[in-house]
């Protein structure tokens, strides 16, 4: 889904960092998978009150 989003044309309407992987992981970030990229999702995505676990999971699945 990054990659999709990272060469859309189009702005998108969902940043890719709110983007998770569909067993509710924090997943990639630019296009790529790793800790480097995560670490700065995660960042983001806390400031913005989304909770995560300390393993990098989706905390609440039910707000999706």
């Known amino acids: 889904v990054g990659s999709a989003l990272r060469n859309n044309p189009f ?8 983007v998770i992987a569909s067993n509710y992981f924090v997943g990639g970030f630019f296009g790529e998978w790793g800790a480097s990229r995560c670490s ?12 995560l676990t300390s393993d990098g ?5 039910n707000v999706i």
């Not at 702005?11 to 709110?18: G, L, N």
């Not at 999971?57 to 699945?61: E, P």
């Open 40 to 51: 700065a999702k995660i960042h983001m995505l806390t400031n913005e009150g989304v909770e």
């Open 11 to 18: 702005a998108p309407t969902v940043p890719c960092h709110r």
């Open 57 to 61: 999971y989706l905390a609440k699945k």
